[in-house]
C-alpha cells in the first residue's frame, strides 16, 4: 500500500459520540507539510517514513518541531499520525508504544531515541487501545529529539546529509 492511501482506525472511547470511520493519513500530512513549506525532498522523505512504524514517529516529531517555527501548524495529523505509528510499528517491530495516562502522552522508543507526544485526557480517543503498553510515571529521559528531527526523517530517503543540507 502507498503511502497516498493510507488510513487508519481510531479507536474510540466508550462513550465516543460517533462510530470510527477511516482516517486517510497522508492527506492529513500533506496539509501539515504544506504549512511548512516542505520542499520536495522532505516531501518524498515523509512519504517514505509512512512506510515504517519507526518512519511515522519521526515523521510525527519533525512536524511538531517545525510547528515551533511557522506557529500556525495543521495539527490534524497528529492524531491519525500516532495510532499509524503504534499499528505499524506492531507489524514491523521497529518501536514501541507507551500511554502513560496520568501525563497523557504516547511515548514511543526506537533505535533512534524516546519521542513524546501530548495527546490529553479529554480528546475521545482510546489510547490505551492504541498503545502497546499502559504505564503510569513513565520514564522519559526527556533528551531534545527535535534537533535532528529533519535528519532522522530523510534518513529514510537515504539521500547523503549534503544534499539537503542548505548553507
Not at 112 to 125: A, E, G, I, L, N
Amino acid at each position: 500500500m502507498d503511502a497516498d492511501s493510507r488510513t487508519v482506525i481510531i479507536p474510540r472511547e466508550e462513550d465516543a459520540a460517533e462510530e470510527p470511520e477511516p482516517v486517510e493519513v497522508w492527506p492529513l500530512v500533506d496539509a501539515a507539510l504544506n504549512t511548512i513549506d516542505a520542499d520536495p525532498s522532505t516531501r518524498d522523505a515523509a512519504q517514505a517514513a509512512l512506510e515504517h512504524g519507526d518512519g511515522c514517529v519521526v515523521l510525527a516529531n519533525f512536524l511538531n518541531s517545525e510547528a515551533k517555527r511557522v506557529h500556525e501548524m495543521d495539527y490534524r495529523f497528529k492524531v491519525p499520525l500516532v495510532v499509524l505509528a503504534a499499528e505499524q510499528a506492531r507489524r514491523d517491530d521497529t518501536a514501541t508504544s507507551i500511554y502513560d495516562p496520568e501525563e497523557g502522552c504516547v511515548y514511543f522508543e526506537t533505535d533512534v531515541s524516546q519521542f513524546s507526544f501530548h495527546v490529553y485526557k479529554d480528546w475521545t480517543v482510546d489510547w490505551p487501545e492504541v498503545a502497546d503498553e499502559v504505564q503510569e510515571d513513565y520514564e522519559w529521559s526527556g533528551k531534545d529529539n527535535q534537533t535532528w528531527a529533519l535528519d532522522w526523517l530523510m534518513g529514510f530517503l537515504d539521500v547523503p546529509t549534503d544534499d539537503y543540507m542548505v548553507d
